[in-house]
């Protein structure tokens, strides 16, 4: 559902801009250029926004604050990183990794993964993850969370399936990676079915554990609940035992302009990792983040 909306956005943009810029080419270049510039990257002033929204907004958080060269290097290469993942790899590649389970395609003795993606995005998210576990003749699965803008709730059958079918190819329980909103489906997951002993461990990256201030504004269901003091994100506190934090690590990074102020991207008790100047989308893509994370999932 999700890469159908986003293959039909992107082509309608580069229409648009098509037709401006043959509209406008011969008497005026220079506006067909700059109109043509601005359809195609007018993302990138939202993007801006959201930088200036966290400045102020972070301004009593307990976390590092962001330089204003951070941010200027955060805000360059999210608007690079969000092209290339919700205008190519989701909208037109989010299947060009396909899922390794089958008998014989993953190694044996060799630890599964299971990645559960953010709010409005697919599988296509994990691209480099998924091609690396290919190459490594790891197991891995990456769900696709629907409906989009249903309870973060509804979201733990698919975890469920896809933790079940890795565990059987492999043996073994698995890691568990987890983006943005993902990281909380994981421990909607882990509450409703008891399921600390059936993982490896978490890695949440950008994950709202304690909400956004961004979630003020939305009005969708798995919006709201990531809504900082809302009702669903105590309950969830207060069902996480202590003793299981530390089954957790949460990386966090003082230019998320998704999931600010920073500090609601930690969980107590877990190991919280910081990583500075980074934006939202391109914590997942990080190179470091990848390598922490799959260094956890060598022989059994």
Not at 24 to 53: D, H, K, N, Q, T
Not at 261 to 284: D, I, K, M, Q
Request: glycine fraction near 8%; hydrophobic fraction near 50%.
């Amino acid at each position: 559902m999700l890469a159908r909306l986003q293959k039909t956005i992107t082509l309608s943009l580069l229409a648009v801009a098509c037709a401006w810029l043959l509209a406008f080419w011969r008497g005026a270049p220079v506006l067909a250029v700059v109109g043509c510039a601005i359809i195609v990257l007018g993302y990138s002033v939202f993007l801006a926004l959201e930088f200036a929204a966290l400045r102020v907004a972070g301004q009593n958080d307990p976390a590092p604050q962001a330089s204003p060269g951070e941010l200027v290097r955060a805000w360059a290469g999210e608007t690079l990183a969000a092209a290339r993942v919700f205008c190519w790899w989701q909208p037109f590649r989010s299947r060009a990794v396909p899922d390794q389970l089958a008998p014989g395609a993953a190694l044996p003795g060799r630890r599964g993964v299971v990645f559960i993606h953010g709010f409005v995005c697919n599988r296509g998210l994990w691209t480099l993850w998924l091609r690396h576990l290919k190459a490594r003749g790891h197991a891995f699965l990456a769900v696709n969370l629907e409906p989009v803008f249903g309870p973060i709730d509804g979201y733990v059958p698919i975890i469920e399936d896809a933790v079940q079918r890795v565990t059987q190819a492999t043996g073994l329980p698995p890691l568990l990676v987890c983006h943005s909103m993902g990281g909380l489906a994981a421990r909607a997951w882990l509450r409703a079915s008891s399921g600390y002993a059936r993982v490896h461990h978490v890695v949440t990256i950008g994950t709202p554990h304690h909400g956004t201030w961004l979630a003020r504004f939305s009005r969708v269901a798995n919006g709201r609940q990531m809504r900082i003091g809302c009702d669903w994100q105590r309950q969830l506190e207060r069902d996480l035992p202590p003793q299981q934090r530390a089954l957790f690590t949460c990386w966090y990074s003082n230019c998320d302009n998704i999931v600010f102020p920073a500090s609601t991207a930690t969980l107590p008790g877990a190991e919280n990792r910081l990583l500075r100047g980074v934006a939202h989308v391109r914590l997942a893509l990080h190179a470091g983040v990848m390598r922490d994370a799959l260094s956890r999932i060598g022989a059994a």
